[in-house]
């Protein structure tokens, strides 16, 4: 079935430091990419999206190309702040089930 | 735009006694999820409702969850018993459609069982 895979973490990068979150995904059709942030105490927010092969999503600095070859949706920021310190997770939505199925979460923390 | 509402945020309970969790979604949402993520790991969808219809359920413990959405707007999710390994956050969401759109999340009813 349709899966997600996620660098295990954490993370821990100093202030304005460059950020990759690797995820990788096995899907039939042609699914939809999600990348959602879960900052501490609080729920899912979607950060950033793509629908189709080479689309770029990008959100408050944050960035994600959907990459059909390399099956991959790798998420990067040039300049990481103290912030960003949240767990995030990739996704994607199944063109066959409309499921939305999660990796099991990348936690990064950012130090000053 | 209201977001997706949910309550309450927080509830402690023991096992094996009950607790219901409510949801109200985006107005004109007509698909909604309940999802549980246990401390560590991604969320894992229960089940998702078609207007007042369920379409998928397959991961729902049904011996003890249960989940309605009777007139197909709000929904509420109980368990009972509860166990401790049902400590998790509990996410509803909700999308306009069924397939191929956004799924936006509230902020999550966080159950501790002791």
């Known amino acids: 079935g349709d899966s997600v895979t996620q660098m295990e973490g954490p993370v821990t990068l100093s202030e304005e430091a460059f950020l990759t979150i690797n995820c990788t995904y096995t899907?039939?059709?042609?699914?939809?990419l999600f990348w959602y942030v879960q900052y501490p105490g609080e729920g899912l927010q979607l950060l950033l999206k793509a629908t189709k092969a080479d689309d770029k999503g990008s959100n408050k600095g944050f960035e994600a190309t959907y990459r059909k070859e390399t099956t991959s949706f790798h998420l990067e920021k040039g300049s990481v702040q103290v912030s960003d310190s949240a767990v995030y997770f990739c996704?994607?939505?199944?063109?066959?089930?409309?499921?939305?199925?999660f990796g099991q979460g990348t936690t990064l923390q950012v130090k000053p | 735009e209201a977001g997706v509402a949910q309550s309450p945020r927080y509830k402690i309970i023991e096992k094996r006694q009950s607790v219901a969790f409510w949801c109200n979604p985006i107005s004109g949402h007509a698909t909604l999820y309940w999802y549980q993520q246990i401390l560590g790991q991604g969320p894992k969808l229960l089940i998702q409702f078609q207007n007042n219809g369920v379409v998928d359920d397959s991961q729902l413990p049904k011996d003890r969850f249960s989940a309605e959405r009777l007139k197909g707007v709000d929904s509420t999710l109980k368990i009972q018993p509860a166990k401790l390994e049902d400590s998790a956050v509990y996410l509803c969401?909700?999308?306009?459609?069924?397939?191929?759109?956004?799924?936006?999340f509230g902020e999550g009813s966080w159950l501790t069982v002791v």
């Open positions: 899907a039939t059709g042609y699914p939809s």
């Open positions: 969401a909700s999308s306009p459609g069924q397939w191929l759109n956004t799924i936006y």
């Open positions: 996704a994607l939505l199944s063109s066959n089930t409309g499921k939305l199925i």
